[in-house]
């Protein structure tokens, strides 16, 4: 709702200043709101990611990776799941192991307790193992398996989801959360001003 209150604003606001014919307050304004429509993505950031969290040794951790990798290769099992299992099995983390090692499902950017793992949820390639990435809790690798309104990191394919290619998925369009539907916003502005003009008909 916010979003379309902003392109309201900013369509009003065009208008007032074209016909004032002032087009150095018209770029400033369109800044402006470049600026607010930039930190509403940003609010809107969603992102799944699961991890597994390893003592202090870099080895270790680089051969778990590679054997989960082999694992989804050899036994055609798709990735999220032998990542899971690993977790289960491996990670030092008790808050999250038993869950497969998922840190939590379409959070936003600040959810992480370490900084350094948050800000690597929304950093590092969607649908591969990655790390290991240090920090004062040990090593942690880390699976990002869907993010949403990263247009500029993922693309249209948000989302990993089993596929043909020896058990490692497949990226895939997933829905983008909080993103503007020019059809959907023209349609709700329509409903919107008839039921007022026939109710005011009604109240008049």
Same mark, same amino acid.
């Given at each position: 709702?916010?979003?379309?209150?902003?392109?309201?604003?900013?369509?009003?606001?065009?208008?007032?200043?074209?016909?004032?014919?002032?087009?150095?307050?018209?770029?400033?304004?369109?800044?402006?709101?470049?600026?607010?429509?930039?930190?509403?993505?940003?609010?809107?950031?969603?992102?799944?990611?699961?991890?597994?969290?390893?003592?202090?040794?870099?080895?270790?951790? $680089?051969? #778990?990776?590679?054997?989960?990798?082999?694992?989804?290769?050899?036994?055609?099992?798709? &990735? +999220?799941? =032998?990542? @899971?299992?690993?977790?289960?099995?491996?990670?030092?983390?008790?808050?999250?192991?038993?869950?497969?090692?998922?840190?939590?499902?379409?959070?936003?950017?600040?959810?992480?307790?370490?900084?350094?793992?948050?800000?690597?949820?929304?950093? $590092?390639? #969607?649908?591969?193992?990655?790390?290991?990435?240090?920090?004062?809790?040990?090593?942690? &690798? +880390?699976? =990002?398996? @869907?993010?949403?309104?990263?247009?500029?990191?993922?693309?249209?394919?948000?989302?990993?989801?089993?596929?043909?290619?020896?058990?490692?998925?497949?990226?895939?369009?997933?829905?983008?959360?909080?993103?503007?539907?020019?059809?959907?916003?023209?349609?709700?502005?329509?409903?919107?001003?008839?039921?007022?003009?026939?109710?005011?008909?009604?109240?008049?």
């Amino acid at each position: 709702m916010t979003v379309f209150r902003i392109s309201a604003i900013t369509n009003l606001i065009t208008w007032i200043l074209l016909l004032n014919n002032n087009q150095t307050s018209c770029a400033f304004i369109f800044e402006a709101f470049e600026k607010i429509q930039d930190d509403l993505n940003a609010l809107t950031r969603r992102v799944t990611t699961r991890h597994i969290l390893l003592p202090r040794n870099r080895e270790i951790a $680089l051969t #778990l990776k590679q054997k989960i990798r082999s694992q989804c290769i050899e036994s055609d099992r798709f &990735l +999220i799941d =032998v990542f @899971e299992e690993a977790a289960k099995k491996y990670s030092k983390d008790e808050s999250t192991n038993f869950r497969g090692g998922l840190l939590g499902e379409l959070v936003p950017q600040g959810y992480c307790r370490s900084e350094e793992l948050d800000r690597a949820c929304f950093e $590092l390639p #969607l649908g591969t193992i990655e790390g290991p990435l240090e920090t004062s809790y040990g090593y942690h &690798l +880390i699976l =990002v398996s @869907e993010r949403t309104n990263c247009p500029k990191l993922d693309g249209p394919n948000t989302k990993l989801v089993p596929g043909n290619n020896s058990g490692l998925g497949e990226l895939a369009a997933s829905e983008q959360v909080g993103k503007l539907n020019l059809g959907n916003f023209v349609v709700f502005q329509v409903a919107f001003w008839l039921f007022v003009v026939v109710l005011g008909g009604f109240v008049a």
